[in-house]
């Protein structure tokens, strides 16, 4: 079974753009989650789709946005980057539960913006 | 909110000894808890996870150990061998959040001198 997938890997913007990050979950699982890890906060949770629908956000300015869409991929989008975005955006996916499921990680995708 | 922290940033251990690796969160609503192994360039992978109900569970190798009481949780690897070289995140999730918003702690370096 392929694992989850993130495209592109690497990025780099620069300030006042903004960018698509697309995932492509592991085939059956409906929940895609988005964290942001940085040196300096560490992993932080960004949002979580589940049934096209956003179930979960993290503490993040509205800059930063995603959707989900009916096979369950998800994008996200960063308008109007800052510096300090530059950071690994992970994605993870998950199957299907009401409790709390085990997650799958992708590689991420680095951005850096200059 | 929750928050969760990491006792050790940086743990060098030999060969074949014994790893512990702590971690402490301040959520007593927390009943879900995993163990996250990261190497370079990669995402999270999963190691094992312990449910609330229980305080010990065990994989290969590997043992979460659960203290509810004083919200404490901890790694243990046994044999440590060179491949465990990596970052090693603990996250936690509390049922009263629907789906998978995960929190994770600030991450331990393992280094495994051969």
């Known amino acids: 079974k392929a694992g989850v997938t993130q495209t592109p890997r690497y990025l780099i913007k620069t300030r006042g753009q903004q960018v698509t990050l697309s995932c492509s979950p592991i085939?059956?699982?409906?929940?895609v989650s988005w964290y942001q890890q940085t040196p300096g906060q560490g992993l932080q949770f960004l949002f979580e789709?589940?049934?096209?629908?956003?179930?979960n956000k993290g503490n993040f300015p509205g800059r930063f946005s995603g959707r989900q869409f009916s096979n369950s991929r998800s994008e996200m989008n960063v308008s109007t980057l800052e510096l300090g975005d530059s950071a690994l955006y992970l994605c993870?996916?998950?199957?299907?539960?009401?409790?709390?499921?085990?997650?799958?990680f992708g590689p991420g995708t680095r951005l850096t913006v200059l | 909110g929750e928050s969760v922290g990491l006792h050790l940033p940086t743990l060098s251990v030999q060969e074949g000894d014994n790893s512990i690796i702590n971690c402490a969160y301040s959520?007593?609503?927390?009943?879900?808890f995993i163990w996250y192994k990261q190497e370079s360039g990669k995402g999270p992978q999963f190691i094992i996870d312990?449910?609330?109900?229980?305080d010990k569970r065990q994989g290969q190798r590997v043992t979460v150990l659960l203290n509810k009481t004083v919200k404490h949780l901890s790694l243990q690897i046994a044999a440590t061998q060179p491949g465990d070289s990596a970052v090693y995140f603990c996250?936690?999730?509390?049922?009263?959040?629907?789906?998978?918003?995960?929190?994770f702690g600030g991450g331990t370096r393992l280094m495994v001198k051969p």
């Open positions: 312990i449910r609330s109900n229980m």
């Open positions: 993870a996916s998950s199957t299907p539960g009401q409790g709390k499921d085990e997650q799958f």
């Open positions: 789709y589940f049934s096209e629908t956003q179930r």
């Open positions: 959520n007593s609503a927390s009943d879900y």
């Open positions: 996250a936690v999730a509390a049922t009263y959040n629907a789906g998978n918003m995960l929190t």
């Open positions: 085939s059956g699982h409906r929940s």
